[in-house]
């Protein structure tokens, strides 16, 4: 049974958040964007970045969705400070007050969390800050985006500006409910390693991870 906690009018359109059953929704304009049925992929993301690197990682995660891919960064013994960034107001507080906090164990209050309220293409024009690690997850993918103007992201001009923001030896990590071929040849256009990691999931096509170096 369908039930719907809250809606509210976000930066994108309408937001609602609701349950299907024992699992939390977020809905934006209608269309799906996340749930906490799974999750295994946004965890991945998390781990599968501070794996490349070493100890005290400091790590940024664009989106913040319903929280796993924090938690699974602060569950890492190799991540040291975390920076969510996060464009949707409602989510956050979803997240640190509201019913998303027990999925994760209250991430947000972990004094290694900060968390920015801003959009990530205009964050990235005035930050002067580095990380160890990028781990994008504001799409569907880099040929499915949420928000129209993201398509600037994946293309090479958007690289170039997260590349900016990487320190040496430093990992991007993108999150995709699907592959997206083109995408794979602009990171190993700009990346001495660039690893692809399909993540099947318990209906239709596999979810997709890059890592690249």
């Known amino acids: 049974m369908v039930e719907v906690l809250k809606v509210v009018s976000g930066h994108g359109g309408e937001l609602v958040l609701r349950t299907d059953g024992a699992a939390f929704e977020v809905i934006?304009?209608?269309v799906f964007l996340m749930d906490t049925r799974n999750g295994e992929s946004e965890r991945l993301l998390a781990t599968g970045a501070a794996d490349r690197l070493g100890s005290?990682?400091?790590m940024l995660i664009g989106g913040l969705g319903v929280g796993f891919s924090l938690r699974a960064a602060l569950d890492h013994g190799g991540v040291g400070e975390v920076v969510v960034l996060e464009?949707?107001?409602a989510v956050i507080?979803?997240?640190r007050t509201g019913p998303l906090r027990a999925v994760h164990g209250a991430?947000?209050?972990d004094p290694r969390v900060r968390v920015v309220e801003a959009d990530l293409l205009r964050w990235l024009d005035i930050t002067e800050e580095t990380f160890d690690a990028l781990c994008l997850d504001i799409d569907n993918g880099p040929e499915w985006t949420v928000t129209e103007g993201n398509a600037q992201l994946y293309a090479e001009s958007g690289l170039d500006r997260l590349i900016r923001l990487l320190r040496p030896g430093g990992v991007l990590a993108v999150w995709s409910a699907g592959a997206a071929p083109e995408f794979t040849e602009r990171l190993r256009g700009r990346f001495a390693s660039v690893e692809v990691v399909p993540v099947p999931v318990p209906r239709g096509e596999p979810d997709v991870l890059w890592f690249a170096r």
């Open 56 to 58: 005290g990682a400091r």
């Open 28 to 30: 934006e304009n209608g």
């Open 93 to 95: 507080e979803w997240n």
């Open 87 to 89: 464009r949707e107001p």
């Open 107 to 109: 991430a947000l209050a």
